[in-house]
């Protein structure tokens, strides 16, 4: 049989991977062996080498993978419009944002919720980053009254929250309405989106 139409390894792969986020429902990624694996996917040992070096090495590709999907999701393509955003075109970025979040939320639950691998949050929040700093290049002359880095830390961090907080109880709201309640807090401000009315220069 030709290898690249074989779809054992694929399925392998799949039942390998279904196996190891199983297992983290019950158990601390450091206590899960190689043998827990191949166990509960039913595969020998050999399979998972010819995949995966360790089990290290099927995490880091696991998330590359969905790294690589989220960055794809919510990638900004295109020149950025000149003009102050609106609450529409942020929102309809932030729903794919969402969207994906909810496709893969047995991934996303369980590590951001469990803790399964501390350095995932960063790799997560990097890759959010990496796609604002595309939004931000077309304003880098601009002059703004707070440090942009900091900004963006902000920024970045929140959304984890809000993200982290759906899905802790059990997405209670739609991507959509999510998506629509985000690009408010975005576009009007922390402050505006309190209810307090819009500070203007030179008013205390």
């Known amino acids: 049989m030709n290898q690249s139409c074989d779809p054992r390894p694929k399925r392998s792969r799949e039942r390998i991977t279904t196996e190891l986020f199983h297992l983290l429902e019950h158990h601390s990624f450091s206590t899960i062996t190689v043998k827990m694996l191949t166990d509960g996917a039913e595969v020998n040992r050999s399979t998972f080498y010819a995949h995966y070096k360790d089990k290290y090495d099927l995490l ?45 939320e047995r991934f996303y639950r369980t590590m951001l919720l469990q803790g399964t691998v501390k350095t995932f949050i960063s790799r997560f929040l990097d890759t959010l980053k990496e796609n604002y700093r595309l939004a931000f290049r077309e304003t880098t002359s601009v002059s703004v009254p707070v440090d ?57």
């Open 60 to 104: 880091d590709q696991i998330v590359e993978e969905h790294m690589t999907l989220l960055a794809e999701a919510i990638r900004i393509t295109g020149k950025q419009s000149a003009e102050p955003p609106t609450v529409e075109r942020v929102s309809r970025y932030f729903a794919r944002l969402f969207i994906h979040i909810e496709q893969n």
């Open 148 to 204: 942009r880095d900091l900004l963006l830390n902000y920024v970045i961090g929140g959304q984890l929250g809000l993200l982290m907080s759906w899905l802790r109880n059990d997405r209670p709201y739609s991507s959509e309405y999510m998506a629509n309640q985000l690009s408010q807090m975005i576009v009007f401000g922390t402050v505006e989106s309190i209810g307090f009315p819009q500070t203007r220069p030179g008013t205390v």
